[in-house]
């Protein structure tokens, strides 16, 4: 079957750093999204990989290794606002998204 | 770009009523839209994959008479909740895919349906 774990809550500190990890089994792969999402709103997109390596985009990186099937995502000087589900997403070999049930993150002052 | 719209943004109804929501892509065409369904404090579980001028494909355990899904136009695609009970409150969201290789889904807003 296929599957994405990714751990259920993070609590970090305003202006800290803090590393969501995902790990997946599919039947093929064909990139992975990481997605945002508050309470009561629909995801946003955060970042796109489908190479190895690192992504950076301003406060937010993310990271791929295919081999070891495994993600993460960075979260920078973290701001109240970040306080957010995080959703990790991988594209199968049929161009479909499989989701994981997301990390919700608690930043505390 | 790559807006997509969703409309009511949230309803309230009795129960046996049906519903209809509307996902609209406004700046792009979406050869692919996706139905899916979120209970709270859950991840978005995928309802049903449409694609335009044919029929939608349903997950398993998902009732393609109770949940009637329309993708007639490449900016247009309806979900029909028909004869809707308190269970099928939940929170509704469509996405859209263009034609592209990058395979990002752009999502609506979300629609918020109560079924008393």
């Known amino acids: 079957g296929q599957n994405i774990d990714q751990p259920t809550e993070m609590t970090a500190t305003e202006g800290a750093i803090v590393q969501i990890n995902c790990t997946y089994q599919?039947?093929?792969?064909?990139?992975l999204f990481w997605y945002q999402q508050h309470a009561g709103e629909a995801p946003t997109f955060l970042s796109y990989?489908?190479l190895d390596g690192l992504e950076e985009k301003g406060r937010f990186s993310s990271f791929l290794s295919r081999s070891k099937g495994y993600s993460y995502l960075l979260l920078k000087e973290l701001q109240m606002k970040d306080s957010a589900s995080y959703l990790c997403a991988v594209v199968d070999s049929n161009y479909q998204l499989i989701w994981g049930a997301g990390t919700k993150l608690i930043i505390k002052p | 770009g790559a807006v997509v719209s969703q409309h009511p943004s949230w309803v309230i109804c009795k129960s046996g009523t049906s519903v209809k929501i509307e996902c609209r892509s406004l700046d792009f065409q979406a050869t692919t839209m996706f139905w899916y369904r979120q209970f709270p404090k859950q991840s978005l579980m995928l309802m049903a994959t449409s694609n335009e001028g044919s029929k939608a494909t349903y997950e398993q355990g998902v009732e393609k008479d109770k949940f009637l899904i329309n993708h007639a136009s490449l900016t247009l695609s309806t979900l029909t909740v028909t004869s809707a009970h308190p269970e099928d409150s939940s929170f509704y969201i469509c996405s859209a895919r263009g034609a592209g290789d990058y395979n990002e889904q752009f999502f609506g807003p979300g629609t918020r349906l109560t079924v008393l």
């Open positions: 990989n489908v």
């Open positions: 599919t039947s093929g792969f064909n990139g």
